[in-house]
């Protein structure tokens, strides 16, 4: 009974905790040198809290095994009580027989009792009896680790169906990612030297729309599943036909952002957190009148204003002006980021006022909008910390968190951060020294070059139409990019004619959501050797400012416009989160864990088992308890008793061959009751079947002669 006790509650504890250490998970205690702790030693702690799951199923198997010989033999003892009580002086010989049988392992008893033989046979003790063998026919035994074995018993399927056993991870060694960025490092010391325009200039470059992009994050899982279920002739989403996120288009991406480590990265049995930023733009039509006014002279605006007249786009012949000009009418010497682990938004917005204009009427088929307008991009910035993706949380990146994460960091995390997350406000953050003048910013985007952590639409600007960009260096060294001593007619018959030369940043963002090239666009999807002339070239800027608010895809409509903005801006706060800094701080600890098994059970099926268990072992220490009270006339109703029993009644029984022993009714009359012969009366008791005295442990009754002595106490 101990041991199955024991190993039910051992069990039961395994469900919830280890026995050799507090917790299944990792737990820091609060203590950041982790490391120096986890170690070969700590997992020990596991795999010794197996061995006790192990010892426990053993212990488990060896009580199944021995249960219903013990229940059984309980009861024996409790039926030589039973038949001598008083209250059982109506009991016939049949029903003493049937309890002398061990009627309650009979399953024929049982069939007897149910079909109307319990008069002939039952009795009250052989009711108990049965029961306490059903409940309690065995305790688990595990056969494997995975199925139970548990033959009988209500107890023992009760359990098999509740409790299982589950492989866990535990704790093995944590391993760190020691640089990766903390926002708090953006803002010491931070340098940028123009590299971060550069790096996002030649990453629009290079990439297109179906350009895996490892670090591109969603904060929900795409269910694509689900979708094939319910769009059985509507072809899938785009992204569940991808190997891995791509920019096709960024707003079927359930909540996409940008995160450093690449995508999915799991730290298993460690809560921690990153930075995640994520930009999405807009692209407005707006008035004349919307734009802003004096952008060239606005004190820290961006301004630039490039023209031109090329060889017409829309007709064969004749030419088109064109011009562009793009603002961002803020102060941009005031960095947008702030130096907070909290969440943080903010918004940047570039004025386009873009003219394609033929210098004769345009022909009634060639649409109107083609020829430019003015347009407001929009770059909404959220950035903040969430969880990355563990065993706790589904292996699926936590929510975008309004509070330093460090705030609530909690046992199964470490602290990542080496920076005190209430350092320098904005103001107080050391800038690079601006030049006087240069705070009052013209045609030219020069003094924004050298500022650091500025937003990714400022980097994007900047990449796209700033110094160094394609148009920028067009329109300042156009005879760089033209052969002119090659005629056409060299150039058509030249070995490596129509060979790339060059990418044009942000074409390739452009694409189709399949990241089909423009066919109408004779920079996509490259730049070719083919520039012969001024105009050629011309037509290029023309050609490059015109994709800026027109696509093959969807006309003047915007929406792959402000995708290719979306992206931009994603490679700008990659950008941005790659370089800014030198000194990066934040770390991340990950441990993968080893393969643990513990049971698993409800907490309905602990109370049921452990209520069904508790009963079954009151009621056979209530037996026990029982049988051990009352004097008794012999240790079992064996065969020896019933011997015994059967010289007394040499009258009604004899020694014959009985064909049907339910026919022979002197069963039925004779009593099963044990009782005094004599009544209580006379030195010597005599025991007798249906005797009318009790046996009484104070008297002495007459026995068998063993050391000359016939006479004992019952
Ligand atoms: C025994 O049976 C008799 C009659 O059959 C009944 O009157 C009596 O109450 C019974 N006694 C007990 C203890 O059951
Ligand atoms: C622009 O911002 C900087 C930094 O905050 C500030 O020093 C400067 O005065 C601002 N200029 C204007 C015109 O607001
Ligand atoms: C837009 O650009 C055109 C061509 O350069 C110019 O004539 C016009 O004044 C500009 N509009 C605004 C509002 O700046
Ligand atoms: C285009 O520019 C040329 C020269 O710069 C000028 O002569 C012509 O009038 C302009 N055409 C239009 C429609 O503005
Ligand atoms: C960034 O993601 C968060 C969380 O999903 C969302 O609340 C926020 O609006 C997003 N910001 C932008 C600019 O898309
Ligand atoms: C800026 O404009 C002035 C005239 O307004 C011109 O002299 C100067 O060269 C321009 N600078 C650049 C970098 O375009
Ligand atoms: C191009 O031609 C001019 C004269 O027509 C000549 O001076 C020059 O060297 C040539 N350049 C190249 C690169 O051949
Ligand atoms: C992106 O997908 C959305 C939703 O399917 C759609 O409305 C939108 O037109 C698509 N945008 C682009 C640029 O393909």
């Known amino acids: 009974m101990a041991a199955a006790l024991f190993s039910w509650i051992v069990m039961c504890i395994l469900t919830s905790r280890p026995i050799t250490t507090a917790h299944y998970g ?5 203590t950041h040198i982790y490391h120096l702790q986890w170690d070969s030693v700590m997992h020990s702690l596991y795999t010794n809290n197996e061995k006790w799951f192990r010892a426990t199923q053993v212990i488990q198997s060896i009580v199944a095994v021995l249960t219903i010989p013990l229940a059984s033999a309980v009861c024996s003892k409790a039926v030589v009580t039973f038949v001598q009580q008083h209250s059982q002086r109506n009991l016939s010989l049949r029903q003493a027989i049937t309890l002398a049988d061990r009627g309650w392992t009979d399953p024929a008893m049982y069939l007897k009792l149910v079909f109307g033989g319990f008069k002939q046979y039952g009795s009250r003790l052989l009711i108990i009896a049965i029961l306490l063998n059903i409940l309690g026919t065995d305790l688990p035994s595990y056969r494997d680790s995975q199925t139970l074995m548990i033959p009988g018993g209500i107890i023992s399927p009760l359990q098999s169906f509740f409790m299982t056993t589950k492989t866990i991870k535990t704790p093995t060694f944590a391993t760190t990612v020691p640089f990766t960025t903390d926002i708090l490092d953006q803002f010491t010391n931070s340098v940028d030297s123009n590299l971060i325009t550069v790096m996002a200039r030649s990453a629009m470059a290079a990439q297109g729309n179906h350009s895996p992009q490892g670090r591109l994050w969603t904060g929900k899982a795409i269910k694509c599943s689900e979708s094939l279920d319910k769009s059985n002739f509507v072809p899938l989403p785009l992204n569940c036909l991808m190997p891995t996120m791509t920019f096709g288009n960024m707003s079927l991406l359930p909540d996409p952002f940008l995160a450093e480590l690449p995508s999915g990265y799991s730290t298993g049995l460690v809560q921690q957190y990153s930075l995640r930023i994520n930009s999405t ?42 011009s562009f000009v793009a603002c961002i009418p803020t102060n941009l010497t005031q960095s947008p980021w702030r130096p907070v682990r909290s969440r943080q938004d903010f918004t940047e917005e570039l004025y386009l006022n873009i003219s394609l204009i033929p210098d004769r009427p345009v022909h009634m088929s060639e649409t109107p909008e083609k020829q430019g307008g003015f347009f407001k991009i929009s ?12 065993y706790m949380n589904g292996q699926q990146p936590g929510p975008l968190l309004d509070k330093d994460p460090m705030e609530h960091c909690g046992g199964a995390c470490t602290d990542q951060a080496f920076r005190k997350a209430h350092g320098p406000s904005n103001s107080e953050v050391p800038r ?3 030049r006087e003048d240069s705070s009052v910013i013209t045609n030219s985007s020069l003094s924004l070059e050298k500022r650091p952590n500025r937003g990714p639409l400022l980097t994007t600007t900047l990449a796209l139409f700033g110094s160094g960009s394609f148009i920028a260096e067009r329109m300042t060294r156009p005879k760089a990019f033209t052969y002119p001593n090659r005629t056409r007619e060299e150039a058509r018959r030249g070995p490596n004619n129509g060979a790339c030369v060059g990418q044009v940043p942000f074409l390739g963002l452009l694409h189709s959501r399949l990241d089909y090239p423009q066919n109408d666009n004779m920079l996509d999807p490259c730049l070719t050797n083919q520039v012969q002339t001024h105009d050629y070239e011309q037509r290029q800027l023309a050609t490059y400012v015109r994709s800026m608010y027109w696509n093959t895809e969807d006309g003047y409509k915007g929406g792959r416009i402000a995708n290719a903005f979306t992206s931009a801006a994603f490679l700008a706060n990659e950008a941005w989160l790659q370089y800014t800094t030198k000194t990066k701080t934040w770390s ?25 268990m ?11 308890v029982y049988s051990a009270r009352s004097p008794r006339w012999a240790d079992q109703l064996d065969a020896f008793a019933m011997l015994r029993i059967g010289a007394s009644l040499a009258g009604d029984v004899q020694f014959r061959a009985a064909a049907d022993v339910r026919r022979i009714r002197a069963l039925d009359r004779l009593p099963g009751w044990i009782g005094d012969a004599t009544g209580g009366e006379g030195a010597l008791g005599e025991l007798a079947l249906g005797g009318p005295g009790l046996l009484d442990g104070q008297r002495k009754f007459a026995a068998y002669v063993v050391d000359g002595d016939d006479r004992v106490k019952v």
Not at 26 to 30: H, K, L, M, Q
Not at 615 to 623: M, N, R
Request: charged share 15%; hydrophobic share 45%; proline share 5%.
């Open 26 to 30: 990792v737990n820091f205690d609060g």
């Open 281 to 322: 733009a807009r692209r407005d039509i707006i008035d004349e009148s919307e734009f802003p006014i004096n952008c060239d002279t606005l004190p820290g605006a961006f301004y630039v204003k490039y023209a031109g007249r090329n060889p017409s786009l829309f007709t064969t012949s004749g030419w088109d002006n064109w």
């Open 379 to 390: 770059v909404d910035t959220t950035a903040g910390y969430f969880e990355l993706p563990n």
């Open 432 to 434: 690079r020294a601006v």
């Open 588 to 612: 991340v600890s990950y441990d993968h864990g080893a393969d643990t098994a513990v049971p698993a059970m409800s907490q309905t099926g602990i109370v049921t088992v452990s209520v069904l």
């Open 614 to 624: 508790g009963l079954f072992l009151a009621s056979l220490a209530a037996l026990a």
